[in-house]
């Protein structure tokens, strides 16, 4: 069970058998401490939406930490790691605990890419942090502002769960940055990436691809190949992704109605950004800002 020593919100959903998902809110000016008790069987996948917080082991001996819109990856099959979790004020997580069988089931036809289900590692402990994704943001906020029905809340957690975890395990079948030969010229990569910051600095009214490719001296087709092989998507591709992660934190802010957020992001019409950010999040800005507000 959970046991905390300050006042939050903390909630354990089980959306099938060997598959839980937590949600811990800390509202507080101070601390909050939750401890559960997890066995080496399970895998634990830990999203923070919010603030930070700390993880410690073998009994305060070992720390580590996870800051906003960062995950970590836990599992060490030799070994129970009981969750000992130091939620710091202001802050939000939530977390997937799975059985490595529940979790072997369903990506068996996978196990090549995903490292620690491979035959040479599956009883080695495996760690990974990393960022989180403005796909995987919108079904942690999703999950922390859950509002429904009580009746159908672990059919819709179960749907938001298998949801994450297919984002967080997301591969780009084009992306090889290893094989490919075009990164191997260090000149042409510190170029590609300068298009990106250029993108990022004027979204709201980016260049043309070929006006792109001009500015930082490579050829449109380089700068094409050498963007998706480094980024994995195409130069507007990942520039639409990012205003819709901007615009995503305009909203989440409040200090923005959904007019000024799009102006912002570079779309001179309302209907236009709304169209967009439905498309990419599959709700309005409008519902969207309900729901973290409600």
Not at 22 to 27: I, V
Not at 66 to 86: A, F, G, V
């Amino acid at each position: 069970m959970i046991k905390n020593d300050a006042r939050g919100t903390f909630e354990e959903t089980k959306v099938d058998d060997g598959f839980f998902v937590l949600t811990f809110q800390n509202e507080n000016k101070e601390t909050v401490t939750v401890e559960r008790d997890i066995d080496s069987s399970f895998i634990q996948f830990h999203f923070c939406v919010k603030g930070s917080s700390a993880f410690q082991f073998n009994n305060g001996g070992y720390t580590l930490n996870i800051k906003e819109e960062t995950s970590l990856l836990l599992y060490n099959p030799q070994r129970d790691l009981p969750i000992h979790l130091n939620v710091n004020p202001n802050s939000w997580l939530v977390s997937l605990i799975i059985s490595i069988k529940k979790f072997h089931s369903l990506f068996s036809q996978e196990a090549d890419y995903i490292t620690f289900l491979s035959a040479d590692n599956i009883d080695k402990k495996y760690y990974k942090d990393g960022k989180i994704l403005p796909s995987m943001s919108i079904v942690l906020n999703q999950l922390i502002h859950y509002n429904l029905n009580q009746s159908i809340k672990n059919l819709y957690f179960k749907g938001k769960a298998f949801e994450l975890l297919s984002l967080y395990f997301n591969r780009n079948e084009d992306a090889d940055v290893e094989q490919c030969p075009f990164l191997v010229d260090e000149t042409n990569v510190i170029k590609i990436r300068r298009a990106k910051d250029i993108i990022i600095s004027r979204m709201a009214e980016p260049p043309s691809l070929q006006e792109l490719a001009d500015e930082i001296d490579l050829s449109l087709k380089k700068l094409k190949e050498g963007f998706k092989q480094i980024y994995g998507d195409s130069v507007f591709s990942f520039l639409l992704d990012y205003k819709m992660e901007v615009a995503r934190k305009y909203l989440e802010s409040g200090d923005y109605n959904v007019n000024e957020v799009g102006l912002k992001v570079g779309y001179s019409t309302a209907s236009h950004f709304i169209a967009a950010f439905k498309k990419k999040y599959g709700t309005t800005p409008k519902k969207y800002l309900m729901s973290v507000s409600s």
